[in-house]
């Protein structure tokens, strides 16, 4: 009876899993492994990633002539951000009058852009876009432009503004608001003429402090802003 019922476990047919996890053995899993992971990878798997890289690679400067295109002219007031080391290297870097809390506190709409975006202990949150609304003003002779005048502050892009006004987009950072022009590289022979006619400049005033420079700039809808030139007295230095 027994030997009859060993025959007849033998005799059944096992199914297509069992009997292929039977006859598949350790060594001929390693060597399935191993194929799958020699063989290439899809053309798409490669060509995908790369496409991804040069798209952020090339958004940069594709944002820059968008807004060379489209932007309006603009005349902003700075002044160096170290009086002491006007150029550090081949590098210029500005301080604007509107990057400053202190002045842009005193603008329509500061205190509902602060309710809007309020970080710790009622102070602006990090990252918080600021956009202020520029107006111009009539310059009158050569030489520098004047600057733009700011006449208020919002949290959000303004959807109508007058002919005669722009909204700038900033960035509030570690206390200041950000405009990404406030650094230029300034070409090598420029630098010595450049440096003669800042400290020229502040030679000219009474207290013989820096005077304000001015900046062109190109603000295209959204509110972003490209350099194009910088006036230090009547002298204009293209970027």
């Known amino acids: 009876?027994?030997?009859?019922?060993?025959?007849?476990?033998?005799?059944?047919?096992?199914s297509?899993?069992?009997?292929?996890?039977k006859k598949l053995t350790f060594r001929d899993y390693l060597?399935?492994?191993?194929?799958?992971?020699?063989?290439?990878?899809?053309?798409?798997?490669?060509?995908?990633?790369?496409m991804l890289q040069t798209g952020l690679?090339?958004?940069?400067?594709?944002q820059a002539m968008y807004t060379n295109l489209t932007g309006r002219q603009v005349i902003l007031q700075t002044?160096?951000?170290?009086?002491?080391?006007?150029?550090?290297?081949?590098?210029?870097?500005?301080?604007?009058?509107?990057?400053?809390?202190?002045?842009l506190r005193r603008l329509p709409g500061w205190e509902e852009l602060v309710s809007r975006n309020e970080g710790r202990r009622g102070r602006l949150a990090e990252g918080t876009?600021?956009?202020?609304?520029?107006?111009?003003?009539?310059?009158?002779?050569?030489?520098a432009p004047r600057a733009w005048r700011p006449v208020r502050v919002s949290s959000n892009l303004p959807m109508s503004l007058r002919d005669n006004q722009v909204a700038l987009r900033g960035v509030y950072q570690n206390g200041t608001v950000n405009y990404g022009v406030e650094s230029y590289n300034v070409p090598n022979e420029q630098r010595q003429q450049l440096n003669n006619d800042i400290f020229r400049a502040a030679r000219q005033t009474r207290n013989g402090q820096?005077?304000?420079?001015?900046?062109?700039?190109?603000?295209d809808p959204q509110g972003n802003a490209v350099p194009v030139s910088l006036w230090v007295r009547d002298r204009n230095y293209r970027f």
């Not at 297509?16 to 996890?21: C, G, I, L, V």
């Open 1 to 14: 009876m027994a030997n009859e019922t060993s025959e007849s476990n033998k005799n059944k047919t096992l």
């Open 16 to 21: 297509p899993e069992a009997e292929f996890s």
């Open 31 to 50: 060597a399935a492994t191993e194929q799958k992971h020699n063989q290439p990878l899809p053309f798409w798997r490669l060509i995908v990633p790369l």
């Open 57 to 62: 690679i090339l958004s940069v400067p594709t």
């Open 79 to 103: 002044l160096p951000s170290d009086p002491d080391n006007v150029l550090q290297g081949y590098t210029l870097n500005l301080d604007y009058n509107i990057s400053r809390l202190s002045n």
């Open 129 to 143: 876009n600021v956009y202020v609304i520029l107006q111009e003003q009539q310059s009158f002779g050569r030489g």
């Open 210 to 219: 820096l005077r304000p420079l001015s900046v062109q700039v190109k603000v």
